[in-house]
């Protein structure tokens, strides 16, 4: 008996505040091992850091970090085990690779995913999301800069994965009525490490610089080798060069990369770590915040569902991230800007927006 | 010219590397009768006890290479004795052997990346401190010259293993009879001891070689194993000299190959050779 009313005394005399108080859990999928591990490291500690920053929210968050070394089959059942163990309400994913398969998943589960992607298709569904720069933001900086610099004939050697294609695609697209020229384009599989019969390929081609869309290790076996066959052409890339642990490779080159995050953003990332952001980091902070920021907006006191989330994300204009002044478009994207930097001393530098 | 002389030496470098993978594979195969999948982990082995002796221990690099390759042979040495001996004293199937094979390279994959991380690793230098040459217009690195030099080096010392010594006798009497050959007084389960270890030898030498020109990672044995198993059907399974004309024959397909389109395609490439070898010719080039 003095159970019962211990039990119902504490149900009513506890606060409102209390009793709508539901955890949203979120499932971050992202290479922790491997050789990208330092990039999902980066997102881990941006996403901690959007957590101990949030503030008071009636609702509780719960993050659960999965590691899948960017491999599409330790994607899926990473996701199948958020889904079916934690029972996540959201998903936060790196890469397209990733992206492509936890979009379908998290569209049939009813779970908002976001992912942090170049490849559109991630965004397809209604509980899908990207926050990453586009490709065609990308490719207009890059056109940009070829032809600041004079640059008439391009040359290509991409992965074989969803990212690239869909930023080489777009790059044709844009090239269409400029007079810079794709003269070579070489493609090559995930896990390949003998680049030296497409840079045979390539290499009379008379290309003016390469654009290398590839993650590590490949793109430094690539860089290695391109150097070995006596190529000495410049590079460039979109991204990819800040996805390596070694900058020095690309000492001098200049590249498209995703605008620079703010200086609140990068002191926090710097005071928490004693690093500087890496790639997808600034992303992630914001994603995190997003999916806070929607399902505080929930009104009522049950847990939000996933479509009042979606609800919610969808009205999301001039939210103030740590990448700017955020929006959600109709496609469920936020459209972020492109900058070029160019590796310096071993590290990145902006050069120009 | 064009292209044609550095695809010619691409695809010599290719089957050298093969040719290393298919030598130790076929060697193994010759005497046992099954398909070691456990053979291409020892690449990795000798890759990573390099790595090991040389970059985290200090060693000189010549000592940690003949550590290594003497590492390779000795889990090779090992394997047999523990597990594929006693499999055989039990008259297991060769699809019990194979299966207990897949089981061992599962293991010690998952065990290197245990304890050096999945990460990918180079055992070389920066490429300005690599020596370069060049043959009628086409390039090789000081590493791909010493890969060339090992294969040739090693198929040599093989067959003269083979062919000159009393040893070599034995192992080609195991390799066509083993019961006949333990009638007449060869102690077949000691032989076999040490063609697993010459065998796994060279296999981590070719890891090791592998670690050099391009770098190491848990699964670099999966991938040479793969290739190393395609030379040896094409060029006549059990067939040293086979899996040296199957290892080239694949270098060259796949390079050549993908001259016209796009590189996408050169494990497709290699699989398509297999196929048509399985359909058109199943006992290989050399017809053993």
């Given at each position: 008996m003095a159970v019962v009313v211990v039990t119902i005394g504490y149900f009513v005399l506890r606060g409102p505040s209390e009793i709508s108080a539901e955890t949203i859990k979120i499932g971050?999928?992202?290479?922790?091992?491997?050789?990208?591990?330092?990039?999902?490291?980066?997102?881990?500690?941006?996403?901690?850091?959007?957590?101990?920053?949030?503030?008071?929210?009636?609702?509780?968050?719960?993050v659960i970090f999965e590691d899948d070394q960017l491999d599409a089959k330790m994607s899926a059942s990473a996701a199948n085990k958020l889904l079916s163990i934690d029972k996540v309400d959201a998903f936060v994913t790196f890469s397209s690779?990733?992206?492509?398969?936890?979009?379908?998943?998290?569209?049939?589960?009813?779970?908002?995913h976001f992912g942090i992607a170049s490849d559109l298709n991630v965004a397809k569904g209604k509980y899908n999301f990207i926050h990453w720069t586009p490709p065609s933001e990308e490719n207009k900086v890059l056109i940009v800069e070829l032809q600041r610099r004079g640059i008439r004939k391009l040359g290509i050697f991409k992965g074989n994965a969803p990212g690239?294609?869909?930023?080489?695609?777009?790059?044709?697209?844009?090239?269409?009525g400029t007079d810079i020229e794709v003269v070579t384009e070489q493609v090559f599989?995930?896990?390949?490490?003998?680049?030296?019969t497409i840079i045979a390929k390539s290499k009379d081609s008379g290309s003016e610089i390469y654009l290398l869309l590839a993650f590590s290790p490949e793109l430094e076996i690539l860089v290695k080798?391109?150097?070995?066959?006596?190529?000495?052409?410049?590079?460039?890339?979109?991204e990819n060069f800040e996805m390596s642990e070694q900058l020095d490779l690309f000492e001098g080159e200049w590249y498209v990369n995703s605008a620079d995050p703010t200086a609140d953003f990068i002191n926090k990332f710097n005071a928490k770590t004693d690093k500087s952001p890496t790639l997808g980091a600034a992303n992630a902070y914001?994603?995190?915040?997003?999916?806070?920021?929607?399902?505080?907006?929930?009104?009522?006191?049950?847990?939000?569902?996933?479509?009042?989330?979606?609800?919610?994300?969808?009205?999301?204009?001039?939210f103030s991230?740590?990448?700017?002044?955020?929006?959600?478009?109709?496609?469920?994207?936020?459209?972020?800007?492109?900058?070029?930097?160019?590796?310096?001393?071993?590290?990145?530098?902006?050069v120009g927006n | 010219m064009g292209i044609l002389p550095q695809l010619i030496l691409n695809s010599i470098i290719a089957g050298a590397i093969y040719t290393l993978v298919a030598l130790g594979f076929n060697l193994i195969y010759g005497a046992t009768k099954f398909f070691n999948l456990a053979h291409g982990i020892m690449a990795a082995i000798g890759g990573y006890a390099v790595f090991y002796f040389a970059k985290i221990l200090g060693l000189d690099i010549y000592v940690a290479i003949i550590l290594g390759v003497a590492l390779a042979g000795f889990v090779g040495f090992g394997l047999d004795k523990f597990i594929y001996l006693p499999l055989r004293r039990r008259k297991a199937s060769n699809m019990v052997l194979l299966v207990a094979s897949l089981g061992v390279m599962t293991a010690l994959q998952a065990i290197i990346a245990i304890l050096f991380s999945s990460r990918f690793k180079t055992l070389s230098g920066n490429v300005e401190t690599q020596k370069f040459f060049t043959i009628l217009g086409g390039v090789i690195t000081q590493t791909q010259l010493v890969i060339l030099l090992s294969a040739t080096l090693v198929m040599a010392g093989l067959v003269a293993l083979l062919y000159k010594t009393q040893f070599g006798k034995a192992v080609r009497a195991i390799s066509d009879d083993e019961e006949v050959a333990r009638i007449i007084g060869i102690n077949t389960n000691k032989i076999i001891g040490y063609v697993f270890f010459i065998g796994s030898a060279v296999a981590g030498l070719a890891g090791i070689l592998v670690g050099f020109d391009v770098g190491i990672d848990p699964e670099i044995g999966s991938s040479l194993l793969f290739k190393g198993v395609i030379a040896s059907i094409?060029?006549?399974?059990?067939?040293?000299?086979?899996?040296?004309?199957?290892?080239?024959?694949?270098?060259?397909?796949?390079?050549?190959?993908?001259?016209?389109?796009?590189?996408?395609?050169?494990?497709?490439?290699?699989?398509?050779?297999?196929?048509?070898?399985?359909?058109?010719?199943?006992?290989?080039?050399?017809?053993?």
């Open positions: 971050v999928i992202a290479p922790m091992t491997g050789d990208l591990a330092f990039m999902g490291e980066g997102i881990r500690d941006a996403i901690l850091i959007a957590k101990e920053n949030m503030g008071n929210t009636k609702n509780r968050y719960e690779v990733t992206g492509n398969v936890v979009a379908p998943i998290a569209e049939q589960n009813k779970a908002v690239a294609i869909a930023v080489i695609d777009d790059l044709k697209e844009q090239l269409k599989n995930s896990g390949e490490k003998d680049f030296r080798q391109m150097r070995e066959a006596g190529i000495t052409t410049p590079i460039t890339s979109i914001d994603i995190f915040n997003l999916i806070v920021a929607a399902n505080e907006k929930v009104e009522g006191v049950s847990k939000p569902t996933s479509d009042q989330v979606v609800t919610e994300l969808m009205k999301i204009t001039n991230g740590a990448l700017g002044n955020l929006s959600v478009n109709e496609d469920g994207i936020i459209v972020s800007k492109a900058a070029v930097r160019i590796i310096k001393d071993g590290k990145p530098v902006t | 094409v060029g006549g399974v059990g067939n040293i000299y086979g899996g040296v004309l199957g290892a080239f024959l694949l270098g060259f397909v796949e390079n050549f190959g993908i001259w016209k389109i796009s590189g996408e395609w050169k494990d497709a490439i290699a699989f398509a050779l297999l196929i048509t070898f399985l359909i058109f010719r199943p006992r290989g080039i050399m017809n053993k």
